[in-house]
Nanobody, 122 residues
Framework: QVQLAESGGGSVQAGGSLRLSCAASGFTFGTYCMGWFRQVPGKEREWVAALNPLTASYARSMEGRFTVSKDIARRILYLEMNSLKPEDTAVYYC?????????????????WGQGTQVTVHS
């Protein structure tokens, strides 16, 4: 049974940093594309970043500020977020894709965590 559990969200001032974690279980971690998405109430879910076994990709507005990585031994996916802006405020979700290659489309990810709230104050 695939399970994903995010943690690390919180409240931070603009310009600050947070590191989100996503603990994964129930599948061979490292052989699937893993993604981060975010959603603001009333708006569509937005792709943030994705990590396949070899490379990472980012949405344009996050590139240079966010870094996705993984610890295979601990089965954790990370999202390091720096230079946070108020517009980064959202619920952040990690997700596991059906396979490879990575996609920016949410429907290509059948497994999702429960989400963690990130609030950035101006």
């Amino acid at each position: 049974q695939v399970q994903l559990a995010e943690s690390g969200g919180g409240s931070v001032q603009a310009g600050g940093s947070l590191r989100l974690s996503c603990a994964a279980s129930g599948f061979t971690f490292g052989t699937y594309c893993m993604g981060w998405f975010r959603q603001v109430p009333g708006k569509e879910r937005e792709w943030v970043a994705a990590l396949n076994p070899l490379t990472a990709s980012y949405a344009r507005s996050m590139e240079g500020r966010f870094t996705v990585s993984k610890d295979i031994a601990r089965r954790i996916l990370y999202l390091e977020m720096n230079s946070l802006k108020p517009e980064d405020t959202a619920v952040y979700y990690c997700a596991r894709a059906s396979g490879l290659p990575c996609s920016e489309i949410g429907s290509d990810y059948p497994y999702w965590g429960q989400g963690t709230q990130v609030t950035v104050h101006s």
